[in-house]
């Protein structure tokens, strides 16, 4: 399943579990400011660019488990200033840029 940029997300959480997606275009997210908690857990994501999450400005929770991610651009995660919890475990995931989390001085757990 390919998660395209013209599905308009205006609830404050969003259960996208278990959806095989593979990818998620620049702009999916732009409208859903409002946004509090994202469900993308248990899919076969692989890589996060640096504008996946841009629109998400309120963003507290951020699931991101279980997926196949071996790459976080710099950036990623910088538009997400109120982010709270970030869940990456069981991933393709070795190494951080020092970078990957910076501008998250809300972020108490990881």
Do not use: C, V, W
């Amino acid at each position: 399943m390919k998660l395209t940029n013209k599905q308009r997300l205006p609830t404050l959480k969003r259960d996208l579990r278990f959806n095989r997606i593979r990818d998620i275009p620049s702009g999916t997210f732009q409208g859903a400011q409002r946004m509090i908690t994202l469900l993308l857990n248990n899919n076969d994501l692989k890589r996060l660019r640096n504008e996946t999450f841009r629109g998400l400005h309120n963003l507290q929770n951020l699931y991101l488990y279980k997926n196949r991610i071996s790459d976080i651009e710099s950036g990623t995660f910088a538009h997400l200033a109120r982010l709270e919890r970030l869940y990456l475990h069981g991933n393709d995931l070795y190494e951080f840029k020092a970078s990957t989390f910076s501008n998250l001085p809300n972020l108490d757990r990881l």
